[in-house]
């Protein structure tokens, strides 16, 4: 029998703390993975704001694509209102192979555990693993787990934690006051949230669009190894979009999209950058994360152009018959309206044409 974590929250963002705690839990608790439950609704902080489902899933995607041991489960963002753990442990055990549920949760949190939901039956139904920081409360929580042992018969882990104080609302506080969260969160997660201050809100939604269109597609041609730099790639492959319009801009932002990913983000993966930077032109020789970046920004579920969901059908068949009909469509396209194809645009759609034996 397995014995699985599961850590709740609102994530918003995830950031080192979390992911500390969960890896601590792992080591020290004899789990065999970890799932991060990200809440709809807190039952202690319903009044609270907290920012969109998506992009709470998006940036604990990015945060836990690494580490194979972390995995992601959307039962409470699935399931709507008030997110009651009680709920959420009972259907995660229902649905599995008789494995073992244990809860993973900070010192504060446990040290309140009476007061929530169900709390009884909680306690009686499921383990926990408590994460206390050395020299903090720590009295406290060992005196409440050999209560709580002798009451109801629970499994209670005390587990020393890395004693970092670190939350999501510092986490908010620094970026609004324009001070550096690097290295208190992954750093996709980082540039992720960078990216979403940088991007008016219409831009960051197909952004974000684009990000979930290129994962999916990665994985659905079998480049499972590609998912987080097709991530990556989609989340940056716009930045310098200025919204004008002109040809030349929806041309020439791929490249600076290209430079500035390099020079202001840190990024190094030739492909990578690459994919950023043919995704508005294409080019010949194009690897798979490449034409997945190419096609997503052209067919993502926000695009309502005639013939989108055409397209998108075709892409998700065949990327090769799919980036050469949206290169050819793009061609005729420009020509219409009296602009310059590029020649990475003509020897994209004469290098497909090879390869297919068109």
Not at 22 to 49: R, T, W, Y
Not at 64 to 73: A, I, S
Not at 182 to 199: S, T
Not at 309 to 333: I, K, P
Request: proline content about 3%; glycine content about 8%; aromatic content about 6%.
């Amino acid at each position: 029998m397995k014995r699985i974590g599961v850590l709740g929250g609102s994530f918003d963002p995830v950031h080192t703390g979390h992911l500390m705690l969960a890896e601590n839990a792992c080591a020290k608790a004899d789990l065999s993975e970890v799932l991060f439950m990200p809440a709809h609704i807190q039952p202690f902080k319903q009044d609270a704001h907290v920012s969109p489902d998506d992009e709470r899933l998006q940036m604990l995607r990015f945060a836990l694509l690494d580490n194979p041991r972390f995995e992601l489960t959307t039962i409470e963002l699935d399931r709507g209102g008030v997110s009651y753990t009680i709920d959420s442990l009972r259907a995660i055990r229902d649905g599995g192979a008789g494995d073992r549920i244990a809860f993973i949760l900070g010192a504060d949190m446990f040290l309140n555990i009476e007061k929530w939901h169900m709390a009884d039956e909680l306690l009686r139904e499921f383990d926990f693993v408590v994460g206390v920081r050395p020299g903090y409360r720590w009295d406290e929580a060992q005196t409440l787990a050999e209560k709580l042992r002798a009451a109801y018969g629970a499994r209670i882990d005390l587990i020393d934690n890395p004693p970092i104080e670190l939350s999501s609302t510092q986490i908010r506080e620094r970026l609004a006051a324009g001070v550096s969260i690097r290295y208190l969160v992954p750093e996709n997660v980082r540039r992720y949230l960078m990216i979403h201050a940088r991007e008016d809100a219409k831009r960051f939604e197909h952004t974000k669009r684009v990000i979930e269109l290129a994962a999916g597609m990665a994985r659905r041609f079998g480049i499972e190894r590609d998912v987080p730099r097709a991530m990556l790639a989609a989340l940056l492959h716009d930045l310098y979009k200025d919204g004008s319009g002109t040809a030349e801009n929806n041309i020439r932002h791929g490249a600076l999209a290209a430079e500035a990913a390099e020079k202001e983000f840190g990024v190094t993966d030739p492909e990578v950058l690459n994919a950023i930077r043919y995704h508005t032109t294409g080019r010949a020789g194009m690897c798979l994360l490449e034409k997945v970046i190419f096609l997503a920004d052209t067919v993502e579920q926000g695009r309502t152009y005639d013939g989108a969901d055409r397209l998108r059908a075709l892409c998700m068949e065949d990327l090769d018959r799919g980036a050469l009909t949206v290169l050819t469509e793009l061609r005729e396209y420009l020509l219409q309206k009296g602009y310059t194809v590029t020649e990475d645009t003509e020897e994209a759609i004469r290098d497909l044409e090879e390869r297919i034996g068109q």
